[in-house]
């Protein structure tokens, strides 16, 4: 079954509004650095190793096996630049460990690392290079309006090797191309999925039960969002609103809410950028509430949407870009 309330099916647009800004991002090192590349945005931000929204592989992966990695039907076209640098758009999942191939047979110091479950995986990572003064010293460019990889001796020094990161379980778990510059010394064996259920998921060799009856909405504007509540608690959803306030007229810190989904079936906006969001029993768990974020100030962001335990919704969180609610400044030194 899927239902809509009536008026919102063109209004969403593709750069889809954020995920709640508490949504706790999977724990990662504080010794290494991290660029996100958001989905539909595609602007760099500091957060490990690169992780770039891959073009959309649909394929089931399976872990490349030692010798010559089998070619893919459209194998990844790396170009070389008059300068002698290697330039490649990012891989479908599928086409990783072959571009892993290309760019040893080329000479280029590459690593691939594998995905594993925490249970399988203890590296914390480390070493890996930072934000770089030079752009050009950057493996992430941007060219003609797309973002490529380029490689050669300023983005890749000697002494360091370019990482990149591959899971044989694939559509399961973590999503994105991961890619990083590290020293050689510090390549890691592998690398932790953080994402929740995976364990269970890799147990029991699938994807968990149907989820049932499905209830699809479009984000809501502010002004549509007192009709959709009303529709989706008509419909049996359990959803609240909650309100974005100064610190001075709210206590509650926010937080809580769920991390990103090893089953992507369990993802409420089912990793698709574009929407809508799909409520049923795998995306909205029972004891869990779809929460609605709005904010009270006048430019606060559009309204935000996240899932956490029906015991920990509160009826406001500290809006903490608003005024007095901002977090102290770090002292100066």
Known sequence: MSTRPSGFENRLKAALLARLPEVTPAPAPTRARRYGIPLAVG???AVVVAVMALPGSTHHGSRPADGPTKRPANEPEIKKDPDGSLRFKMPEHDQIPSLVDQLKARG????LVPMRPRSQCSELGGGYRGPQADREAEVLQHNDDEFVLKVN????????????????YYPLGEQGFGF???ESSKVPSCSIDYSEGLEELLRSGAASKDPGPTVEVPVPTAAELPEVVRTLQAQGVSVMVTEKK???????????YRGPQADPEAEISGRRP????????????????????????ASGPGV???????????????DYFAGDGAPPAPPSQ
């Open 246 to 256: 100064p610190k001075s007229e709210c206590t509650h810190e926010g937080g809580g």
């Open 153 to 168: 001796a300023k983005t890749v020094p000697p002494g360091h090797t370019l990482t990149i990161r591959w899971s044989d």
């Open 180 to 182: 990083g510059v590290v």
């Open 43 to 45: 602007i760099a931000t």
């Open 108 to 111: 280029v110091s590459v690593a």
């Open 304 to 318: 935000g949407y996240g899932v956490k335990e029906t015991s920990k919704v509160t009826p406001c969180e500290i």
């Open 274 to 297: 574009e929407g809508p969001l799909r409520i049923n029993s795998k995306t909205v768990p029972p004891g869990y509430t779809l929460v609605f974020t709005k904010w009270a100030r």
